[in-house]
T-cell receptor, first 116, second 115 residues
Framework: DAGVIQSPRHEVTEMGQEVTLRCKPI?????LFWYRQTMMRGLELLIY????????DSGMPEDRFSAKMPNASFSTLKIQPSEPRDSAVYFC??????????????FGPGTRLLVL | GDSVTQMEGPVTLSEEAFLTINCTYT??????LFWYVQYPGEGLQLLLK?????DKGSNKGFEATYRKETTSFHLEKGSVQVSDSAVYFC??????????????FGSGTRLSIRP
């Protein structure tokens, strides 16, 4: 398997623009997670899905952020409008389950976002 | 709530030195404990884990023992290599239904190994 795939790897945009990050989880994994990593706040869980259904979005910072998972092989994280403080590395991860040896999360390479 | 505290970095060592990165946790019950590693420019990957008290996780020469009495899961390696330079994250996953959903990560410890 190719692992978790994220695109783009790098994104530079101007404040106010819409940004869409994409993720393809490992085939057969039922759980998908979106994280944000910054120097100041470390690694933060934004939202996670189980079988394409959002389960916990309490980490989504505000209404400018939205995430979807239209099918088992694709998810998006959208920021509209983007702000400079959204600059971070965004990771997608997937896992088979949440327990019983299936909880290991496999991370993608991340999308490095810079909002000017 | 559940939390993980790990030693602040950066940690700089010479090749073949002994490594310890401290990690302590606060959780209800007996969580599962993990160490993840992030190499430059990459995402996190699982290094080792332990799911119950006194378990020892090991991988690539790294070890960590689940110590319930001290609520700790310190990462150790007897002889580090330059290729071990990375950021190391201690993490836990709670056992309760409401807490099992999230893996809670520590702030990360950057390790640099000098040749």
């Amino acid at each position: 398997d190719a692992g978790v795939i994220q695109s783009p790897r790098h994104e530079v945009t101007e404040m106010g623009q819409e940004v869409t990050l994409r993720c393809k989880p490992i085939s057969g994994h039922d759980y998908l997670f979106w994280y944000r990593q910054t120097m100041m706040r470390g690694l933060e869980l934004l939202i996670y899905f189980n079988n394409n259904v959002p389960i916990d979005d309490s980490g989504m910072p505000e209404d400018r952020f939205s995430a979807k998972m239209p099918n088992a092989s694709f998810s998006t994280l959208k920021i509209q409008p983007s702000e400079p403080r959204d600059s971070a590395v965004y990771f997608c991860a997937s896992s088979l389950g949440l327990a019983g040896g299936q909880e290991t999360q496999y991370f993608g390479p991340g999308t490095r976002l810079l909002v000017l | 709530g559940d939390s993980v505290t790990q030693m602040e970095g950066p940690v700089t060592l010479s090749e073949e030195a002994f490594l310890t990165i401290n990690c302590t946790y606060t959780a209800t019950g007996y969580p599962s404990l993990f160490w993840y590693v992030q190499y430059p420019g990459e995402g996190l990957q699982l290094l080792l884990k332990a799911t119950k008290a006194d378990d020892k996780g090991s991988n690539k020469g790294f070890e960590a023992t689940y110590r319930k009495e001290t609520t700790s899961f310190h990462l150790e390696k007897g002889s580090v290599q330059v290729s071990d330079s990375a950021v190391y994250f201690c993490a836990l996953r709670g056992k309760g239904y409401s807490s099992a959903s999230k893996i809670i990560f520590g702030s990360g410890t950057r390790l640099s190994i000098r040749p």
